[in-house]
Structures are given as C-alpha cells and as structure tokens.
C-alpha cells in the first residue's frame, strides 16, 4: 500500500516529536535511494548533496557495500553482539588496522563507544578527564561536538545549546583559527591564557578541535595553526583531540582529516561514514598509553552493530587499500571549488571550507535559506551550516559522477542566481 504524501506528513505531525529537524527543510517522503541519488514516493529523484550530513560519502546503497551485507544477513551472521569478540569486528579491526593506522604510523587503540559521534566525543572527554585529572575541557568558538550533555558543553551553537536547559559546565571556549579576523593570533593568545595562573581558565584536561567546523560555517583551520595547537596541548600536560567525525572518511581528501599534517592526535573521534552505508558506528582512536579505562568503566549496550562492521570494511576494502579513491576525490574536490568560485565570485560572495567539504557564504542566513528551498524545488537536496546558517554547504557523495554532480551544481548556481539577482545582468 502506499501512503500519499500529505497522509504522510498528517502522521508525523501528529506522531512525531516537535524536535525532528532535517524533514522540515525537505517536507517529502522519502522511500529509495541510490548513489548520488534519493527518491521521494512519487518516484522523483534529487540530486544528494547532504548524504546524511556526510553520513553517506560512499552514496547510498554502493552495490558493494550493500552485496556485502546482504551476504552477511543471508548468512544468519550476529547482527548485535554488545562488545564481544566476532568474526565481523574481527575483520573490521583487521582492516582498519591494516589499512588506516599502520600506514600512517599510528597504533592507537580502538574504543567502540555507541553508535553516535556524541558518544564517541563523550567517550574522549571523559577519557581525558581521568587520566589527567583536571575537569575544564578547552574546545573553539564555532565548534559542533554533538549534543548530549558533556559533548554540548564543548558545543559552540547557541540553538542547540539552548535547549540544553541544564547550565553546561565544564569547558572553556577559545577562538578558532581567524576568528577574531587575521591579524589576531588565536593560538597565541590561548597559549598566554594557559600559561598565565591567574587567567581564569583552568588548566585543561584536553583540547578538542574540528579541522574543519562543519556545522560550525567551514571554517578550515590552516595545519600551521593545528600543529600550534597541538603543541599549545602537549605544552600544558593536555590532551590533543581531534573530532573528524565529519570532516573525516574522504570528506576533506585522506581517510582522516589531518592526514599529511605532521599531527599526532592523542585521541581521534569518528563516527557518521565510518560504516560507510549510515549505519551507525563510532570510535575513539585512543594511543595506547591514554587508555587506562578499567574494564567496563565506559560501557553500553550498542558497541557491537555486526552490520555496521561488515559494511565499515567493505567500505575500506574498496576505498582505502590504494590510492585511487583518494585521487579521484582530490579531483572532484578540484571541480568543486572551481564551480563555487564561478557562483561565488558572480555574487560577491566567498567560498569556505577543504576538499568536498566546502560552500559559498552567502550575505545571511534568510538568502542561504532561499538558495536552499529553491534548490529543492528544483530537485537537488543542500543545508546550510554557521553561526547565522548563512554558508550553503555542499556535502556531496565523494562517489557521486561527474554529470550528476555537474548537474547539481548546476541547479545550484541557478538557485544563487534567482535569490541574488545577477550582477551582471544588472551591470549590462
Ligand atoms: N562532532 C562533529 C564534528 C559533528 O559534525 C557531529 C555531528 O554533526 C558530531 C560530533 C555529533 O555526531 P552525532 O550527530 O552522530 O551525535
């Protein structure tokens, strides 16, 4: 039986709870969705440039990813397991380890923390915590950690922050790279800050940075600054975290965000396409000599998603065992900005962000709206992200084709066209 779409949004109006989020901006009924691609239940396609707010940067549904957990399901293999030891975890950690961490020269444990990102930044604040024994966590203006309570209070977003309706203690906020405009030194100043008793912030058991501040306006911060950053940690008995949670997976070009950096993070959150199909799964990347947890000590039921493991290393398999992927999104990354560019510049406007992760400021929050709903309209699904949602943010899939991504980005630069006006239309 289908369902038509206005009974539909009858039901989860009356059913669903006043906070659902994402299906205000895209009002349909979503029912299939491949690669690039989702339908709604009339069968239109939009062009996908959200991918579950980089939860698909393999696209929906990859044949292989998909073949392989088919195969597992039809296999009766264990779908939950809390954190015991299978043959899919197993495979998982065998590729994980292969693929990711020795390449890079990392040994990092892997904490399997629950399945959200705000688990996995819990799981690395707390970490923290114990092992330095200081309570103040610092973490940037602009900064999106999740919004659980610990991960809130490291959460920069006043509308998130807002409903929190606890007072969010524990964290001290410095400037993110640029913040103050580029003549103010931000790493420097924090450093002052930590390094003079009677600043007024504690000591902290850790910094937590995005590379890249998704939610946060695609802010990038420059792998000078990071390096600083992580010294500014190292130099004050912290912990150096950083969240990669959505810039991580291929989004900004290598498996994690600050690959080729020179950075050696102490503990690394990931979650949202490490399954690689929107399952969920996410860990904390924890050296070895930080993971002092007692047996337990962090627990929770859902550590073990079996499915999520078979279709994480499918997806490594596929992506990461050589070069070519990472080649190929530098490629994409490369027409992307250039696209941006052209709208950008057409409009006076500036584009932000690194690799696939990037977007076009637009002057408010009320235009950047209008380019969406009119993108929409016109078949292609986009979000905003900053502090005012004025930057439109393109989160393709990284395997999306060249036509369709051109044709998205094409709908795009109409959609700039029609709420902005063309400025040279206008000269002429
Ligand atoms: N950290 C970063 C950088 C994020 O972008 C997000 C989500 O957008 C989170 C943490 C929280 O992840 P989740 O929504 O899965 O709790």
């Known amino acids: 039986m289908t369902t038509s779409i ?5 039901l989860f109006d009356r059913v669903e709870s006043r906070v659902r989020s994402y299906s205000r901006s895209f009002p349909k009924l979503f029912d299939r969705a491949e690669g690039a691609s989702i339908y709604d239940a009339s069968g239109k396609p939009h062009i ?19 073949a392989a ?73 602009n900064g999106f950690h999740g919004v659980t309570l610990g991960a809130l209070a490291a959460t ?22 640029g913040y103050f405009g580029p003549d103010i030194d931000t790493a420097e100043l924090l450093d002052l800050q930590l390094s003079d008793p009677s600043s007024g912030i504690d000591l902290p058991a850790a910094i937590i940075v995005e590379t890249v501040q998704g939610e946060g306006g695609l802010n990038a911060a420059s792998s000078e600054w990071l ?34 950096m020179d950075l050696q993070p102490d503990i690394v959150t ?37 499915h999520a493991f078979v279709t994480a290393t499918a997806a490594i398999e596929k992506f990461w065992a050589d070069g070519a992927f ?58 905003t992200s900053g502090s005012f949602d004025e930057v439109v943010k393109v989160l393709a899939p990284l395997t999306i084709t060249q036509d369709q991504f051109a044709d998205g980005l094409d709908i795009m630069e109409a959609a700039f066209a029609a709420v902005m006006g063309s400025r040279r239309a206008a000269a002429e």
């Open 6 to 10: 206005i009974a539909a949004s009858v």
């Open 156 to 177: 920069g977003n006043g509308k998130h922050r807002n409903g929190a309706a606890t007072p969010l203690s524990g964290v001290t906020r410095a400037a993110y790279e």
């Open 227 to 260: 390096r600083r950053i992580q010294a500014i940690a190292h130099r004050h008995d912290a912990l150096f975290i950083i969240d990669d949670i959505q810039a991580g997976c291929g989004r900004t070009g290598g498996f994690f965000s600050f690959d080729g």
């Open 326 to 383: 990472e080649a190929d999104v530098a490629r994409k990354a490369a027409y992307l900005a250039q696209r941006l560019e052209t709208i950008a510049d057409e409009h006076g406007l500036r584009v932000k962000g690194r690799g696939m992760m990037l977007g076009i400021e637009a002057r408010s929050g009320e235009a950047a709206a209008a380019v969406c709903k009119r993108c929409f309209d016109d078949g292609l699904i986009i979000e």
């Open 69 to 141: 957990l088919i195969d597992y399901v039809s296999a009766d293999g264990i779908a939950h397991g809390l954190d015991m030891f299978t043959r899919a975890k197993e495979q998982f950690l065998r590729s994980f380890e292969r693929h990711i961490l020795k390449p890079r020269g990392m040994d990092h444990h892997i904490q399997f923390t629950g399945p959200t990102g705000a688990n996995a930044v819990e799981a690395a604040l707390k970490l923290a915590r114990k092992v330095t024994g200081r309570t103040n966590v610092i973490s940037f203006t």
């Open 48 to 66: 996908d440039f959200l991918s579950g707010c980089s939860s698909l940067n393999y696209g929906h549904n990859d044949p292989d990813l998909k």
């Open 270 to 306: 990931m979650a949202k396409s490490l399954s690689g199909m929107g399952l969920p799964l996410a860990i904390a990347l924890i050296k070895p000599r930080y993971d002092i947890w007692k047996p337990a000590e962090h627990n929770g039921t859902f550590r073990g998603n079996n």
